[in-house]
């Protein structure tokens, strides 16, 4: 019988197997790492990319910013404009005022009455005065309310009696006055004339048109 001893060639395998697995052991730790490495290198063009990308951004970004700016300024500047240009208009539209308050004045005003200050605030009109009587201050109360087309809402501030002397030497008892009257504008008068015409009142287009109906119209 023949005894064949098997042991070297066992020990041989089990060492080539064991050297194997040491080497795949190393091409997959050498692909991990070349795949890592490769990973990385894209991770920073990528990186790269898009912080090309946030500046470019921010770039245009500040010039929107300063755009805005500008166009900011530009709105202020045609806001600026147009209150002057209103407040020219107004000036022509107003202009004639004046003159449509004294003769509302002179036609609402009863006998017996004599001004001695009138003043003008804005759409505020103040008048003081001496009168006969308090009938007098009355009726021009009415008058200024129901009739006057210039002149609205009258609101007595102070009556009170007086005495003065007069050239022949007498004392005559009299009251002075005080009355609040608000001013209509003329495109305030248009806008009432026009809504009880039941149509649209349409604003002057220019200041030089507006000017012409005012003066028209006076």
């Known amino acids: 019988m023949i005894l064949i001893n098997l042991l070297p060639h066992r020990e041989e395998r089990r060492k080539r197997r064991k050297a194997a697995y040491f080497a795949g052991l190393g091409l997959a730790a ?20 898009q912080q090309e990308r946030n500046a470019f951004l921010n770039g245009e970004i500040k010039k929107l910013e300063v ?6 300024t530009l709105r202020a500047e045609i ?5 002057r240009q209103k407040a020219v208009e107004d000036l022509q539209i107003d202009r004639n005022v004046p003159v449509h308050i004294l003769n509302e004045l002179v036609k609402q005003t009863p006998e017996g009455i004599y001004f001695t200050s009138v003043r003008q605030d804005a759409q505020n009109l103040n008048v003081s ?10 009726e021009f109360l009415r008058n200024t309310a129901n009739n006057s087309e210039w002149l609205v809402k009258p609101e007595l501030v102070e009556i009170k009696a007086a005495t003065v002397q007069t050239a022949s030497r007498e004392q005559k008892r009299l009251f002075d006055f005080s009355v609040r009257l608000a001013v209509k504008r003329p495109q305030d008068k248009n806008a009432a004339e026009a809504a009880a015409a039941g149509r649209p009142a349409s604003a002057p287009a220019a200041g030089a048109a507006a000017s012409a109906t005012v003066a028209k119209k006076a």
């Open 129 to 138: 005065g001496v009168a006969q009587t308090n009938e007098r201050v009355s």
């Open 79 to 83: 806001e600026s404009l147009k209150a």
């Open 30 to 49: 050498v692909a991990g790492l070349a795949i890592v490495g490769a990973w990385y290198l894209v991770l920073q063009q990528m990186t790269a990319a």
């Open 67 to 72: 755009q805005i700016k500008d166009i900011a």
